[in-house]
């Protein structure tokens, strides 16, 4: 069994930073891509970025690729989203997703196995 916790979402003013983090435990982790999802209140889930198993190859949705990043630790088990410029519409519960899938090519499309319980992000004045 795959336990995913995330950490680092709390509230901070419009235009400020935050790098969320994701500990992963159970199975091995270099098997697995990794995924960060957001759900803002009332809406879809939507995938934020996603990176493979190796770090070589991430993917960031359109329109924050100048803003967000994602990246991996395989040696602790760890994968982060660093999100700069934080905007008011930004604000949701952000989950941590991977499924067992040595992927090439990070992108939409993965059906997640495993989730976290999600970290609130607040973007507020």
């Known amino acids: 069994q795959v336990h995913l916790v995330e950490s680092g979402g709390r509230s901070v003013p419009p235009g400020a930073s935050l790098k969320l983090s994701c500990v992963v435990s159970?199975?091995?982790?270099?098997?697995?891509?990794m995924g960060w999802v957001r759900q803002a209140p009332g809406k879809a889930r939507e995938l934020v970025a996603s990176?493979?198993?190796?770090?070589?190859?991430?993917f960031v949705k359109r329109f924050l690729r100048e803003r967000f990043t994602i990246s991996r630790d395989n040696d602790k088990n760890m994968v982060y989203l660093q999100m700069n410029g934080l905007e008011r519409e930004e604000t949701a519960v952000y989950y941590c997703a991977t499924e067992r899938y040595k992927a090439l090519v990070a992108g939409p499309g993965v059906d997640y196995d495993y989730w976290g319980q999600g970290t609130q992000v607040t973007v507020s004045s």
């Open positions: 159970g199975g091995t982790f270099t098997d697995y891509v």
């Open positions: 990176i493979i198993w190796s770090g070589d190859n991430t």
